[in-house]
């Protein structure tokens, strides 16, 4: 009988409410009949098994038929995997690298197997591991060039470090160095470095190069990409004699600060490409026309492997008038060890001067001790 049927008999007549309210003990009775049945019926088959885990062991009663997941929870034991650490921080890279394994007797056995009574189900938690190393040996760059070079700057050594890493994390556990990098620096030895501008000259550079030659000094030659298409064979001798390439734009463009990067990247991008087209070196270095330098400039350059290039002396040889006296006095009033000097092979005017205040210059020079070189050399053997 349903307990809302006994419910609506009862409110209906006090005789049948005596008969239901004993019905509800007859009820009561019953479930407590069931009930102890089900406890009998449950406790009968129960089979002890034993389970042997880390810190664990222990006898525990599971229904006959149930796998060794209800003996693992009836002994609160569960299975922990070994982990992958990392070599330095001890961070997991793995959290499951050696999985725990179960048995049941000797036999392996996984979460389903039955078990039945007196088996021994054993819990092989897995183990941590740490990462392997290894040890290899990485350049350490030295400093970078500064940004403009007005002296002749020596050119920095890579130093080396041998360090240990987590094969697998890259974590670096201890380093040692072996070499220190030498930074970059200024030259203290008495040389400078001449500079040749606005070529190459169908007239002029070759007489620049006589010169060069008949003293024995090497020089760079920052050239303007439209004269390199005009004239590419003679940007050929420049190379041929030794001497160094330096981009000057494509059309010795001074408007280049402030101006949009699609600008420099023609100018600066488009002069570096000419020496390309014509099979002469990438230039080293980047003269900005005037002189006019802005941070893009500078990047738009860097950005092409080029170092830009300043001068500490200014000859002055593109005044009009200039005399090769005069052009070599402005040179000797501000050199200086390291000295950058700026003279022009191009630019469509007579560089007879020029060509003169070379000469006296470079035996002036040379009788005080200077060598010639390029902007950026070689750091010497001893520092
Ligand atoms: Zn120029």
Not at 71 to 79: D, R
């Amino acid at each position: 009988m349903a307990p809302s049927e006994a419910m609506s008999r009862r409110s209906a007549h006090p005789v049948l409410r005596l008969v239901s309210t004993c019905s509800v003990f007859g009820l009561l009775a019953a479930a407590a009949f069931v009930g102890t049945y089900r406890y009998v019926e449950r406790e009968d088959p129960l089979v002890a098994v034993r389970v042997v885990g880390t810190g664990v062991d222990r006898w525990v009663h599971i229904d006959s038929g149930e796998p060794v997941a209800a003996a693992l929870l009836e002994a609160h034991v569960t299975q922990v995997d070994g982990q992958l650490l990392s070599a330095q921080s001890g961070r997991v890279l793995d959290p499951h690298h050696d999985p725990a394994t179960l048995r049941v007797g000797d036999r392996p056995a996984r979460l389903a197997t039955v078990l039945t009574a007196r088996q021994v189900v054993r819990v092989v938690d897995g183990a941590d591991t740490t990462e392997g190393t290894r040890t290899e040996v990485i350049e350490v760059a030295p400093a970078p060039m500064p940004d403009v070079l007005r002296h002749v700057q020596e050119r920095g050594v890579p130093g080396k470090t041998q360090r240990v890493v987590g094969v697998e994390s890259g974590e670096v556990v201890s380093s040692k160095v072996l070499l220190s990098p030498i930074d970059p620096r200024q030259t203290t030895r008495k040389v400078v470095a001449f500079t040749f501008d606005d070529g190459p000259s169908a007239t002029w550079t070759a007489v620049v190069l006589a010169k060069l030659k008949e003293k024995g000094v090497k020089a760079t030659f920052c050239e303007v990409g439209q004269e390199v298409d005009a004239h590419p064979e003679v940007s050929a001798q420049v190379v041929a004699g030794g001497h160094q390439l330096c981009n000057h734009t494509v059309n010795h463009d001074e408007g280049m600060k402030g101006a949009p990067q699609s600008q420099l990247d023609a100018q600066i991008g488009g002069g570096a490409k000419v020496f390309v087209d014509h099979q002469l070196p990438n230039p080293a270095y980047f003269r900005p026309p005037g002189g006019l330098l802005s941070p893009e400039i500078k990047a738009t350059a860097r950005a092409l492997g080029e170092q830009t290039l300043y001068w500490k002396v200014d000859t002055e040889d593109w005044r009009k008038g200039a005399d090769a006296l005069t052009i070599s006095r402005h040179l000797l009033d501000q050199v200086d060890p390291g000295a950058i000097i700026l003279m022009h092979d191009g630019g469509g005017k007579d560089r007879a001067a020029t060509v003169e205040a070379l000469g006296l210059a470079i035996d002036y020079l040379r009788a005080r001790g200077y060598a010639f070189t390029f902007p950026i050399t070689k750091r010497p053997a001893k520092a």
